[in-house]
T-cell receptor, first 114, second 113 residues
Framework: NAGVTQTPKFQVLKTGQSMTLQCAQD?????MSWYRQDPGMGLRLIHY???????DQGEVPNGYNVSRSTTEDFPLRLLSAAPSQTSVYFC?????????????FGPGTRLTVL | GDSVTQMEGPVTLSEEAFLTINCTYT??????LFWYVQYPGEGLQLLLK?????DKGSNKGFEATYRKETTSFHLEKGSVQVSDSAVYFC????????????FGAGTTVTVRA
């Protein structure tokens, strides 16, 4: 199993550009989520999904969209990037049952918005 | 709302030293508690967890006990190694809302040979 994979690893955008961060898992996990990691603030939940076709907002959803058309994929879209979205983004997955199950994290995408 | 506070770093230790990272939480009811570790250049990995009061989580020589009376979940290891150098995150999951994790700010630990 590849586990949780994320692409790209690094990305530089200009303000106003759009892009999609990709996340895929091959463990047949129902639950997937996106976090952003900022210095001194730990990880903050952006959006999460409890299964295909179901998504919900986390702590900091503004400026981000998600969809879950398949169990395997959970892309994160930035429609109009802003410097405040400069961060490291982590995707995670876990079996159905929620956060008390072990969450498996991807290696992260480092995004810089100029 | 629910929150986690952990000791600020960075922490620098010599090999075989004793490590403690303090973590306290604020939550309604009885959350589940976790310690995650992030090695350089990698994503987070679950280190240990406890789901009810007085539970002790342990893994790789690390331990943490869920203390409801002090709302704490301090991480300890008796003899650290260079390979323990990483960022450690304390986190909680609210009871009844298991899909959400709230993380502390993280503590950077560096172990010198």
């Amino acid at each position: 199993n590849a586990g949780v994979t994320q692409t790209p690893k690094f990305q530089v955008l200009k303000t106003g550009q759009s892009m999609t961060l990709q996340c895929a898992q091959d463990m047949n996990h129902e639950y997937m989520s996106w976090y952003r990691q900022d210095p001194g603030m730990g990880l903050r939940l952006i959006h999460y999904s409890v299964g295909a076709g179901i998504t919900d907002q986390g702590e900091v959803p503004n400026g981000y969209n998600v969809s879950r058309s398949t169990t395997e994929d959970f892309p994160l879209r930035l429609l109009s990037a802003a410097p405040s979205q400069t961060s490291v983004y982590f995707c995670a997955s876990s079996p159905s049952g929620g956060a008390i199950d072990t969450q498996y994290f991807g290696p992260g995408t480092r995004l810089t918005v100029l | 709302g629910d929150s986690v506070t952990q000791m600020e770093g960075p922490v620098t230790l010599s090999e075989e030293a004793f490590l403690t990272i303090n973590c306290t939480y604020t939550a309604t009811g009885y959350p589940s508690l976790f310690w995650y570790v992030q090695y350089p250049g990698e994503g987070l990995q679950l280190l240990l967890k406890a789901t009810k009061a007085d539970d002790k989580g342990s893994n790789k020589g690390f331990e943490a006990t869920y203390r409801k009376e002090t709302t704490s979940f301090h991480l300890e290891k008796g003899s650290v190694q260079v390979s323990d150098s990483a960022v450690y995150f304390c986190a909680l999951s609210p009871r009844g809302n298991d899909y959400k994790l709230s993380f502390g700010a993280g503590t950077t630990v560096t172990v010198r040979a």
